[in-house]
């Protein structure tokens, strides 16, 4: 198994005998649902996390398929060693109904004609995915759930789970999400629609089996896509760069590099999504709203569940002050509530990016974080007795700011700075032993995160080095890594 991966898995099935009722009053009459479970379900079946997707996920959230290259969509946050440690807990994700990866949808054949549901698929909800969630829970012979953790349209199953279902789970971490959808989220899924139904070849819903509604579905994504990104973002990585060309065309080609990133993201969805399932789950977000009587204070009463709620600095699809919405609404309700904002100018799609602060962040509020956890474990280190230009060449080199100093039995006796070497410099020092740090303040890869931060804070300094029993050294943390991340909850 690869190191820190959830290994080899394989999508399961699992087929309802009985209809489903929903929201809107009326029934599936056959459900399937597809599902993917990491991690071993323990004796009390007490370990069990429920994760839950985003509008274009599905049930492979971690690990690899067979003859797969490429991992499960939030594996960078599941597997062993990882915030959702599938060593100590049993992961289970299901693709949503309406979805189009094995779960009843639209392209489901309607038991009633043998043909595609298409358009006569029943309208669903949030609270409709999250009943078909339960339905799969309950099969599985779980009685509740340890958390249920979700970012975007998977952090709105989160709080429709804690809202409908108080009892069942233990804890709810809800990534980059809302407790209401907004008229102007609302405004950018009736434009993605819009740009589908527009298409000939959408047909009422009724084109499997022939020409595809790609082009609106490509339209839609587009669209879709760059509510994802921020503007600081789309700067960084594209800026105004020209597309194969050296000055604009004065035409209606395709001149910056973003149309044409826009047109591949466009043009892959359309190659592993279904136009009719995007018509149907963007609905059910529209129809998203845990308010009662216009309060979402009134909306969370009798939740019972500890919360941990992110937001994204520079999410404008879902930007932070709804989650602070959800955040003041629990705390309302005497619910033990903790609030992060990740710092990071990825937009929205940073729930699915900014894999170290959610590791640390989810991970720290599931279970104890230690310092094992989040250490640099690729440690730069040079022998006592080596000369200030050797030294200053391999920090230069190697992009290095820390560089612990080690004796010749491979013990560790010093640190050394970029500071000391600009110092040393200035002072024609030729010898490190004469500038590097010898009283080195030091961590065990045991230590409670919370513990190597205050070391920092009280000895004013940016790096520990992490040794074991024997003082050798087998890990760096650093300021920088952690700075963002302790003190950012308000417990």
């Not at 298409?118 to 409709?128: E, L, M, N, S």
């Amino acid at each position: 198994m690869i190191k820190g991966s959830a290994g080899i898995v394989t999508t399961q099935i699992y087929h309802h005998p009985s209809p489903l009722r929903l929201e809107s009053g009326e029934t599936l009459s056959s459900l399937t649902l597809a599902y993917e479970t990491y991690g071993k379900l323990n004796r009390e079946k007490s370990n069990a996390i429920l994760v839950c997707h985003a509008l274009s996920g599905d049930a492979h959230v971690a690990g690899f398929h067979e003859g797969d290259s490429r991992p499960g969509w939030w594996d960078a946050v599941i597997g062993p060693g990882k915030a959702l440690d599938t060593d100590r807990y049993f992961v289970i994700c299901s693709n949503v109904i309406g979805g189009c990866k094995g779960s009843t949808g639209p392209a489901s054949t309607n038991p009633a004609t043998g043909r595609p549901y298409g358009a006569k698929f029943p309208v669903i909800t949030i609270r409709d995915m999250v009943n078909a969630q339960k339905i799969l829970v309950e099969y599985l012979k779980i009685s509740q759930l340890y958390a249920v953790v979700g970012g975007s349209m998977g952090g709105m199953q989160v709080l429709q789970w804690a809202v409908d279902h108080p009892d069942y789970l233990k804890k709810a971490v809800v990534i980059a999400a809302t407790g209401y959808s907004t008229p102007q989220q609302i405004a950018f899924n009736e434009v993605g629609r819009k740009a589908i139904i527009s298409d000939p070849h959408w047909n009422n819903g009724d084109y499997y089996g022939k020409a595809l509604p790609s082009h609106g579905l490509a339209l839609a994504r587009m669209v879709g896509h760059i509510t994802y990104l921020s503007n600081e973002s789309m700067h960084e990585k594209f800026g105004r760069a020209l597309q194969g060309k050296d000055r604009i065309g004065f035409d209606f080609s395709t001149d910056f590099k973003i149309e044409s990133y826009l047109h591949h993201q466009g043009d892959t969805f359309t190659k592993r999504f279904d136009a009719n399932s995007y018509l149907y789950i963007t609905k059910a977000i529209d129809y998203f709203d845990l308010t009662r009587n216009g309060s979402l204070t009134t909306g969370f009463a009798g939740v019972k569940a500890a919360f941990l709620v992110i937001s994204v600095s520079s999410d404008w699809l879902y930007p932070p002050y709804q989650s602070q919405e959800i955040v003041s609404a629990l705390t309302a309700n005497e619910a033990e509530v903790h609030y992060c904002e990740i710092r990071s100018n990825y937009g929205h799609d940073a729930f699915l990016l900014e894999s170290g602060q959610l590791n640390y962040i989810v991970g720290r509020f599931l279970s104890h974080t230690i310092v094992r956890d989040v250490m640099i474990t690729d440690v730069q280190t040079i022998e006592e007795g080596t000369t200030i230009a050797v030294t200053a060449r391999r920090m230069v080199s190697q992009n290095l700011n820390h560089l612990p100093v080690l004796s010749g039995g491979g013990q560790l006796v010093g640190i050394v700075t970029s500071w000391d070497i600009a110092k040393a410099v200035a002072s024609n020092f030729l010898w490190l032993d004469e500038i590097m740090s010898r009283n080195v303040v030091t961590t065990t890869p045991d230590e409670p995160i919370e513990d190597a931060a205050r070391k920092m804070e009280e000895h004013a300094i940016s790096a520990l080095p992490v040794i074991d029993a024997d003082q050798h050294v087998i890990g760096l943390i650093t300021a920088d890594a952690i700075s963002v991340l302790v003190g950012r909850g308000n417990p």
